[in-house]
């Protein structure tokens, strides 16, 4: 099993970016998915998640701007990200809850990361 994420970019303030993330491999279930971030001497920070059924959760900071969903028919979980501040500058990771076929056990699993820049 493996998450694969694209795309990150260089964008200006106020800017928008949609991130996506497809799982991969043999999939039993496919549970909770989430978006984490890390910037640079800061911890790696949870940004929103959402639930099998669907229910989402957001920090704070990214509330009304942010937006998760996810396409159980194809793996994948997005991140919509609009009106993007300085401060959003970080690696975004793709975190889900997976139980593969060999043994139906849920683990976590972790992309490998993709840049959000936001700077003039």
């Known amino acids: 099993v493996q998450l694969v994420e694209s795309g990150g970019d260089l964008v200006q303030p106020g800017g928008s970016l949609r991130l996506s993330c497809t799982a991969s491999g043999s999939i039993f279930s496919l549970n909770a998915m989430g978006w984490y971030r890390q910037a640079p001497g800061k911890e790696r920070e949870l940004v929103a998640s959402?639930?099998?059924?669907?229910?989402?959760n957001y920090v704070d900071s990214v509330n009304s701007r942010f937006t998760i969903s996810r396409d159980n028919a194809k793996n994948t979980v997005y991140l919509q990200m609009n009106s993007l501040r300085p401060e959003d500058t970080a690696v975004y990771y793709c975190?889900?809850?997976?139980?593969?076929?060999?043994?139906?056990?849920?683990?976590?699993?972790w992309g490998q990361g993709t840049q959000v820049t936001v700077s003039s």
């Open positions: 975190n889900a809850r997976i139980a593969d076929t060999s043994d139906r056990i849920v683990r976590v699993f």
């Open positions: 959402i639930s099998s059924g669907g229910s989402t």
